[in-house]
């Protein structure tokens, strides 16, 4: 697997975050971060799925299921935060995110404090 996918795809995403980050400040909820980053990242151009559900299956039956924030042109998943700071559950969580949906590279984002957090994570699919 390339240690880089989708290079410009990601520069865009990344510049979506900071974009509404440096307009909207820090300490709002999570919900009003995911819709001005849904208006920015279409303002560019990128098609994106918001709330997309996937279910999950355990010995080929229905166990349940999650909701990703974000899924940017079928081939990134953001995972908003607005916390503290992110903790290795949120990691965690992204990358079963990742695998569940069988998409390759994901970002987590905090928009809670001064700056723009963000980790990002490839899983091989």
């Known amino acids: 697997m390339k240690s880089m996918l989708y290079p410009l795809l990601s520069h865009e995403v990344l510049g979506a975050c900071f974009a509404v980050h440096n307009c909207l400040g820090c300490g709002l909820l999570e919900n009003v971060y995911e819709e001005a980053l849904c208006i920015e990242l279409e303002s560019r ?6 709330q ?8 080929g039956l229905l166990a349940g299921s999650y909701v990703a924030d974000m899924v940017v042109s079928g081939k990134i998943i953001i995972e908003l935060k607005s916390v503290n700071s992110l903790k290795a559950v949120f990691e965690s969580q ?11 590279v994901g970002y ?5 404090n001064e700056r723009v957090e963000f980790k990002r994570f490839v899983v091989p699919v």
């Open 94 to 104: 992204l990358i079963n995110y990742l695998k569940i949906a069988r998409v390759p």
């Open 45 to 50: 151009g990128i098609s994106l799925e918001r």
């Open 108 to 112: 987590l984002v905090n928009f809670k």
């Open 52 to 59: 997309k559900y996937f279910p999950v299956y355990y010995k």
